[in-house]
């Protein structure tokens, strides 16, 4: 496995154009150029040829040296200081600027390369095309990681095995969000889900909680993960039940946005795995996404469920893998048939012993890709272990009523 990082404001916590252009006093027009192709509104290329128009005529040891006291994002360079032969830096800066940065990071660096005369760039020799580099990798057998944040990373991405789009020192770009499979803010959170890549797991269950859907038979408008429940969204009850769980993924698609949004008022720390095809898979699919570059034993939670407090500290503490249930409260529900201890034999929408309501814990040597509901991925491995809990999920408005009314007195 490779990892490609972009340079600026992914590997080092400050964009370094704007810090050279400070330096030599063209702030202005270095600053718009760059707000511009961040976002997209400017093509890379042209922009890329318009600044070094701009800063080539500057002293290259001097932007080098420049560079060179640029600081790092300390968690992302030390996992490439951990991993210098399977990290590589792309880069549409220019080599001639960033030798002494390069030199600093400590492993194999790509960028756009210029013919420099009397220490000065007189002529662009080439520019970086990011896809070619992981083209390459990909060509050697390698699978390629790909971290970026800026719109000149899109095509990378696009060609990459699994791609992470970065907001640590701003908001990625809102067209990497059509194709990322991760959007992570918090440099603690990514430095966990590279290292997780890596086999390198931290402590704990991971907790997936999928919110991708549309929520239709709400009827509301909202995609469930946004529906208020005394005074609160249901997103900010679950973050509230989970705090003290390290590694939170949330599953996302329809309104990502308004769910990123929502969700880091409370923590920045959570990893956001899209699921672009919810509108056609069901939460076999987005558990799949959630769970697949996690810890080895993933806690499948659904966006519309609400546990009792003391249940969802019983599951946490509860090692292996398990099914949870509850009393059959609904007419059209998957039933659970159980054996004299408990343990889940066999789902049923014919009827049962008890209502399947989720949550559930699986091993990730279990875990298989399904389009289909949660509860298709677990039958394989029945029976397994069952417990009880106090579990109330929203499908319809008078759920929704009657949540609302059971949970008025729970204690966060």
């Not at 080539?56 to 994002?73: F, H, I, N, R, W």
């Not at 546990?307 to 059959?328: A, M, N, Q, R, W």
């Not at 029976?383 to 109330?392: D, H, L, Q, S």
Request: proline share 2%; aromatic share 10%.
């Amino acid at each position: 496995m490779k990892f490609l990082f972009d340079l600026d404001g992914t590997v080092t916590s400050k964009e370094t154009l704007p810090i050279i252009s400070e330096h030599f006093g063209c702030t202005e027009q270095i600053a718009e150029l760059t707000t511009r192709t961040i976002a997209g509104n400017v093509p890379f290329i042209e922009s890329f040829i318009r600044r070094v128009n701009i800063l080539g005529k500057y002293s290259v040891k001097e932007t080098s040296d420049l560079l060179a006291q640029v600081p790092l994002y300390s968690g992302v360079a030390k996992f490439i200081l951990d991993h210098p032969e399977d990290c590589i830096i792309v880069t549409g800066n220019l080599t001639c600027w960033c030798e002494d940065l390069f030199k600093k990071i400590g492993c194999q660096c790509y960028g756009s390369t210029a013919e420099v005369v009397d220490d000065e760039v007189v002529k662009l020799k080439t520019i970086l095309r990011k896809e070619q580099i992981v083209d390459q990798y990909k060509a050697l057998g390698e699978t390629v990681v790909f971290i970026g944040d800026g719109n000149n990373d899109l095509e990378a991405m696009r060609h990459a095995n699994i791609s992470i789009a970065a907001g640590l020192t701003h908001s990625p770009a809102q067209s990497l969000m059509s194709i990322c499979d991760y959007v992570i803010f918090n440099e603690n959170a990514l430095v966990r889900q590279l290292r997780q890549l890596c086999g390198e797991y931290s402590s704990g269950k991971s907790v997936v909680i999928s919110c991708a859907g549309i929520g239709s038979r709400l009827g509301l408008g909202l995609t469930k993960a946004l529906v208020q429940i005394n005074g609160g969204s249901l997103i900010s009850w679950q973050l509230k039940l989970f705090k003290d769980v390290e590694d939170l993924r949330l599953v996302i698609g329809f309104q990502g946005t308004e769910i990123i949004e929502e969700v880091r008022k409370y923590r920045d720390d959570v990893i956001f795995c899209y699921n672009h095809r919810y509108f056609e898979t069901k939460t076999g699919a987005s558990y799949f996404l959630g769970a697949r570059h996690a810890n080895p034993e993933t806690l499948e939670w659904d966006g519309d469920l609400l546990v009792h407090p003391d249940d969802v500290k019983l599951l946490l503490e509860t090692s292996g893998e398990f099914i949870c249930y509850g009393d059959i409260t609904s007419e059209d529900t998957v039933c659970v048939r159980v054996n004299e201890n408990g343990d889940v034999l066999s789902f049923s929408r014919d009827g049962g012993d008890y209502e399947w309501t989720g949550p559930a814990c699986m091993d990730k040597k279990h875990l298989v890709y399904s389009s289909q509901n949660v509860f298709n991925m677990f039958e394989p491995y029945c029976p397994m272990r069952g417990i009880k809990v106090r579990a109330y999920d929203i499908d319809t408005y008078n759920d929704y009523i009657r949540v609302s009314e059971i949970t008025k007195d729970w204690t966060l």
